[in-house]
């Protein structure tokens, strides 16, 4: 990416001190947005909708997500990484997104292809012969694994390739997409050391199981078309996905929360979408980055939700930086992994 821009409210230092020792850990250069509060915006700026109903934290989010935009489409920038200043992510980042480059590369085609497929095909006959499959077989036949892709040498220019609009990379939860046994609609990657075991992938230590974990493998990671994901935690845009995020939201209408506009649009569920302007919003399961609660981790947009537990973890992050700061600082030896396999309880890495 171009740039990785950071949403801290100015008055959350502690969020911007900690973020900014867990870049400098993996390498990543980072620019500040400032979070908004809702006093500051007047009146006269909300786009037509029902503003009113939506929550003051959710009303500055908003302003401060679609700033972020706009400085991207200021700058002319390419792409961009969109990050909110709880993030967490893997010591092995970069190996995570060197192979997820491969994917999103490769899966706007396949999605175009499955798409085109399945308008053309029977559906009464296909929908007999999906019944007669059980939901892993469904999900097999639905993925294509990463191994079997043609790989080529990663670009330096646009490494992620650019036939998206936005890469959803850090979420609370995404559901899958319908499954497509006859056209895979989905990339898997098999056996990723970096993907904590099922009875661990749920957003909140209270929430209820991905549907990842019940019908995969052990430590299987899936790059798939957005479907119902929550939560603007890290998202990618391309220059014209920016300007039509802009529009969408700062212009034409906002009646709730970004989040839930967001994967709204991701799934062709605004004003006047249809088939042909449904944007290609690519995500992955489990996520890159996730939310990291500590002993002050409450929201200043929501608040503590349903699930909640007063604990210090981060979801889904195996060699979570977040956790290891402290033995960072120190200059300790080994990093403490969160989500640890049965046979390796006890080891540091």
């Known amino acids: 990416f171009e740039k990785i821009l950071v949403i801290n409210a100015p008055w959350r230092t502690d969020r911007k001190d900690a973020f900014s020792i867990a870049a400098s850990y993996s390498g990543l250069s980072v620019e500040w947005i400032d979070g908004v509060a809702v006093d500051d915006i007047v009146e006269k700026a909300y786009p037509p909708g029902d503003h009113r109903s939506v929550p003051d934290g959710n009303k500055g989010s908003w302003r401060a997500h679609m700033n972020a935009l706009r400085a991207i489409i200021h700058q002319n920038l390419t792409t ?42 029977q559906p009464a006959t296909q929908s007999s012969e999906d019944k007669s499959l059980s939901q892993f077989e469904l999900a097999k036949r639905s993925s294509i ?32 997409p319908p499954a497509s046994p006859t056209h895979p609609n989905r990339i898997s990657i098999p056996s990723d050391p970096t993907v904590p075991l099922p009875k661990y992938l749920k957003p909140m230590p209270r929430g209820r199981l991905d549907t990842l974990s019940r019908v995969y493998p052990p430590h299987t990671r899936l790059i798939h078309r957005a479907n119902s994901t929550l939560c603007t ?25 970004y989040d839930f506009a967001l994967s ?19 995500t992955v399961q489990p996520p890159l980055f996730a939310h990291h609660f500590n002993e002050r981790a409450k929201s200043d947009i929501t608040g503590k939700t349903a699930g909640w537990i007063d604990v210090v973890e ?35 890495t």
Request: proline share 3%; hydrophobic share 35%; with cysteine.
């Open 80 to 121: 961009a990484l969109i990050m909110e200043d709880d993030a967490d992510w893997d010591f092995r980042l970069r190996s995570q997104l060197e192979s997820f480059s491969h994917a999103s590369r490769a899966l706007p085609s396949i999605l175009a292809e499955a798409d085109r497929q399945s308008t053309s095909s």
């Open 233 to 257: 935690l890290a998202y990618a845009v391309t220059q014209s996905g920016a300007r039509r995020l802009l529009y969408e939201f700062g212009i034409r209408e906002f009646n709730k929360g």
């Open 145 to 176: 694994p990463m191994f079997s892709l043609q790989h080529h040498t990663i670009p330096k220019a646009n490494p992620y390739g650019l036939d998206w609009d936005i890469m959803w990379l850090g979420h609370c939860g995404a559901e899958l």
């Open 264 to 282: 709204d649009y991701c799934n062709g569920l605004t004003r006047g979408a249809t088939r042909d302007t449904m944007p290609m919003c690519l």
């Open 314 to 348: 981060t979801r889904y992050v195996r060699w979570s930086v977040r956790m290891n700061l402290e033995r960072l600082v120190r200059g300790e030896e080994g990093l403490v992994e969160q989500w640890v396999d049965e046979e390796d309880v006890g080891r540091e």
